[in-house]
Each structure stands twice: as structure tokens, then as C-alpha cells.
């Protein structure tokens, strides 16, 4: 049986995050006893506090378990908590680099990779998180390999999900990787969760990265979003803004943590989805009212952006179309 720990913070979490994964958990366990077997899970909430309010106490969580008395768990669960709390969570870190040292595995699930990353076990390795708070994750773990378009990570025992209710499927790999495709399957249909998905870039939203000082860049980044439907090279901006293509270019991955061609790109894409969201334009128009002529192109670079092609993202978004 694998002893589970799923850790209350303090302060702004996801409650959702929190019973999620406990009733999947638990699901899980009846399926098994159900079907002539053993229960696979001894799942606990670990806490620092005997209760956690949250939502301004509209509702409250009772640990059953302080975090002192858990001398020995396998898996760790880190639901969603806001960066801002981790300065109230900041007793679990040393437990948790123990805990992970003694061989438990750790899975962080949405925001709450922002503590996982705190306890320096993520260095050098792969993660994933909410895509809204991807810049500010870069900027607070540069060392940490941050892969937003994945759903899941695993990376030496240690798990991330995506964001918000993507948790769910992180949760459906372990019960798969623990109790085998049958239970996760089950589990899945009782749910009704899609299982296997891997990406979170069909739902993600580019909104440019701005949070840094460089002026110039931050003209430039202007200067493309406002030309989204003109051909613009690097040596354009470059020459643009008096500055070598060189050091435009180091100076622009620096500051976006994109290339300013991959910006150019996710720029345009994202006023491509706008318009297959609500538009009825042909899928063509919307081509080149961003400025390609390509479609092979289009449809690459649209694909590679968002997992989806053009006309199944219209598919997907575009309810006036469906109809």
C-alpha cells in the first residue's frame, strides 16, 4: 500500500486541488476492493495547522495528519497554492527535500510547482505549470526547465500538471503508473476526464512578456503587436531600433524568453485564434490577415503553437461555426 500525503498550505490555495486528488485517490481504492482486490492507497492531508481556512473562511480544511508526524511517506501531492503564500509554507520544504532523499516521490499539481520548485529539487530538471504564471516562474527559477505546452511531467520521481483542473490528469497517471491502465481507465469514465491528454497549448493565451526593464525591447514587442499583419524580419526590428542584430536578438530572448522570431510567431497565431474564435472568415483570410501567404506554413506553425490545426481549433472554439 503507497502511504499519501496530500499537504494543506496555509494561506491562498485551490480547494479544488486539494479534493481532486482525494477523491480520485479514494475512487480508485473502492474500484480495487470492489473487484476482489486490495486498496493500493492510505491517503492522508498534511498539515501545519489542525485547520486551514480558506476562500476568506467561507470553507476550511481539518488535516489528519501534522506534517511532524509523518516520519515516512511515498508520494507527496502539492495542490495548487498562490506564490504569493509560499512564505506561509515555507516549514514544508525541508520535510518535502527529506521526505524525496528517504524515496518518496513528489507531485506538484498547477501553482504549486512554485513550492516544489522552492525546495531546489527541481534544479536541472523538467516542470510544467499554469500557463498565466509561466513568466513569473522563469523569473523566480531560471534554473528550473520549465515545458508549459506539457500536461505532465516526470522527471527522477518527481510530477508536475498544468493548469487549474489539468491536475486530474496527473492524478490519472499515478493511479495508472501504481495500479495499472484498467483502474486509471475506470477511474477516468467514473470522472468523466479525458485521459491522455498532453498538452495544455490549445488553452493558452500569449500575451507577450513585459514584466522586464529593457525599453527598447518592450517598443518592439509593441511595434509587432501593433503590425500583426505585416512581414517583418529580425534585421528589420533590429536596424528598427538601432541596435545590432546580435544583441537585439540576445537582448530579446533575455527579456521574452523568446526568440523574436518564436514572438513574431505567437504573436500572430494568437490574433489567428481570435479570429477563428469569433470570425467567419475563410480559414485562408485569416491567414493572411496576419501576414502569411504560406498555408503550408500557417498551418505548421499554428500546429506547433496551439497542438491543433487551424480548422480544428475553429472546430473546437467557434460555437456559431459548429452550429
Given at each position: ?57 467561507l470553507f476550511s480544511v481539518h488535516p489528519d495528519k501534522m506534517m ?256
Amino acid at each position: 500500500m503507497k502511504h499519501i500525503s496530500i499537504i494543506v498550505p496555509q494561506g491562498d490555495s485551490i480547494l479544488s486541488s486539494i479534493i481532486g486528488p482525494y477523491k480520485a485517490l479514494t475512487a480508485a481504492n473502492d474500484y480495487l476492493v470492489k473487484t476482489g482486490r486490495n486498496a493500493m492507497f492510505d491517503i492522508h492531508l498534511v498539515g501545519l495547522r489542525n485547520e486551514t481556512k480558506l476562500y476568506g473562511g467561507l470553507f476550511s480544511v481539518h488535516p489528519d495528519k501534522m506534517m511532524a508526524d509523518v516520519k515516512k511517506t511515498d508520494l507527496i501531492i502539492i495542490p495548487a497554492l498562490q506564490p504569493h503564500s509560499l512564505s506561509q509554507n515555507l516549514d514544508f520544504i525541508p520535510w518535502i527535500t527529506d521526505q524525496y532523499k528517504r524515496g518518496a516521490e513528489v507531485a506538484s499539481l498547477c501553482v504549486g510547482a512554485f513550492l516544489l520548485a522552492s525546495t531546489g529539487l527541481l534544479n536541472g530538471k523538467k516542470c510544467t505549470t499554469h500557463w498565466l504564471a509561466a513568466d513569473g516562474f522563469r523569473q523566480m527559477f531560471p534554473e528550473v526547465k520549465l515545458i508549459t505546452e506539457k500536461i505532465i511531467t516526470e522527471d527522477n520521481g518527481i510530477y508536475s500538471s498544468g493548469g487549474a483542473y489539468s491536475f486530474v490528469n496527473l492524478v490519472l497517471h499515478l493511479i495508472e503508473k501504481y495500479c495499472g491502465r484498467e483502474v486509471a481507465v475506470f477511474i477516468s469514465k467514473v470522472l468523466e476526464v479525458e485521459i491522455d491528454r498532453k498538452s495544455q497549448s490549445p488553452f493558452t493565451i500569449f500575451m507577450g512578456q513585459k514584466g522586464h526593464e529593457d525599453e527598447s525591447i518592450k517598443q518592439a514587442q509593441e511595434y509587432i503587436e501593433l503590425n500583426v499583419g505585416s512581414k517583418i524580419s529580425v534585421d528589420q526590428l533590429a536596424n528598427l531600433f538601432l541596435i545590432s542584430r546580435r544583441n537585439f536578438e540576445r537582448r530579446f530572448k533575455k527579456a521574452t524568453a523568446n526568440t523574436p522570431v518564436e514572438y513574431l510567431q505567437r504573436v500572430k497565431i494568437e490574433a489567428a485564434k481570435k479570429s477563428l474564435e469569433s470570425g467567419r472568415e475563410h480559414i485562408n483570410e485569416v491567414m493572411y490577415a496576419v501576414g502569411y501567404s504560406d498555408s503550408k506554413a500557417f498551418r505548421t506553425t499554428f500546429k506547433k503553437i496551439t497542438g491543433l490545426s487551424p480548422l480544428d481549433y475553429r472546430k473546437k472554439y467557434n460555437r456559431e461555426m459548429v452550429a
